[in-house]
């Protein structure tokens, strides 16, 4: 079976398992290690792998050929994506009109960045220009970029860049909505046997759980030279019982997300019920 998703230390501790032939009866995995914007874009394509790790953003593009997967993929509270600035400004009038990096158009931080722009910016950012989310802490720090907007182990660093944090989009979320943010999904094509895939992903997030030192190794080879420290801080605030099970707090959050952004036209109209299996 082939699947996609992130080298981040999330997604490889969940998958570890099974990627090692860890979970009695699941196929074996032909794995693809890639950016989000990348198996965003795979997901749309229609040529995409069997199972795949993507934005919540993505999800209304693709839930015709793909269905959401109840676990495995991350959601949670405390963990929202930030802007940054090097200005020190904490105003958020100081992004009027102004250079905005963000890791891509499909992304649940680009839409939670949007929807906290909309109430806080006055006339709204300027250009907003899409980059591999390494590489836009750099772009902030050298002028390049008047902003930007980071997720993943960004939020543990950024202060090696000198950069500052103007606003939390997960500490926004949480205060105007009560729920957790939806971030990355787990979704696997439509006429498998999902009940399956289901309990093979579930399986592997509780081996991972269970034996948290046997994926160490595959963790740091895919963290991009990150501190092992760090890579931990990365799983724990990733991975949590949202991982398990999306339960109605994940399914409310994941709706009103994409329900509220498809009132603001940032995602194709969709059937919410959709989102169920």
């Known amino acids: 079976m082939n699947i996609a998703f992130s080298p981040c230390p999330n997604d490889t501790f969940v998958f570890h398992a099974w ?3 860890l979970i009695p009866d699941a196929p074996q995995l032909a794995v693809m290690y890639a950016d989000i914007d990348i198996t965003n874009g795979l997901a749309a394509s229609g040529n995409g792998p069997e199972v795949l790790k993507i934005s919540y953003a993505a999800l209304p593009w693709v839930l ?14 405390g963990c929202g994506p930030l802007v940054l600035t090097k200005s020190g400004s904490n105003d958020p009038a100081a992004l009027s009109g102004r250079q905005v990096a963000v890791p891509s158009e499909r992304s649940t931080a680009y839409l939670l960045f949007r929807l906290w722009a909309a109430q806080h910016v006055p006339g709204g950012v300027g250009d907003i220009v899409v980059m591999p989310f390494n590489e836009i802490m750099p772009a902030v720090q050298s002028g390049d970029i008047d902003a930007g907007l980071v997720i993943h182990e960004a939020r543990f660093t950024y202060q090696n860049y000198g950069l500052t944090l103007l606003a939390d989009m997960g500490n926004w979320w949480e205060a105007d909505t009560g729920l957790p943010i939806p971030l990355g999904a787990i979704i696997a094509r439509r006429g498998m046997d999902l009940a399956a895939i289901t309990n093979w992903t579930r399986a592997s997030v509780e081996y991972a759980w269970a034996h948290p030192e046997a994926s160490r190794d595959y963790i740091l080879s895919h963290a991009q030279e990150m501190d092992p420290e760090v890579a931990q801080a990365h799983i724990n605030l990733y991975v949590n019982e949202f991982t398990r099970n ?4 994940g399914y409310g959050a994941i ?9 603001e036209g940032l995602v194709p109209q969709f059937d919410l019920d959709a989102l169920r299996l």
């Not at 495995?72 to 509270?77: D, E, F, K, P, V």
């Not at 999306?246 to 707090?249: A, F, K, R, S, Y």
């Open 19 to 21: 990627v090692h032939g």
């Open 64 to 77: 015709s050929e793909y269905a959401l997967l109840p676990c495995g993929g991350a959601l949670g509270r």
């Open 246 to 249: 999306l339960g109605e707090d």
């Open 255 to 263: 709706t009103a997300l994409l329900g509220r952004a498809a009132e």
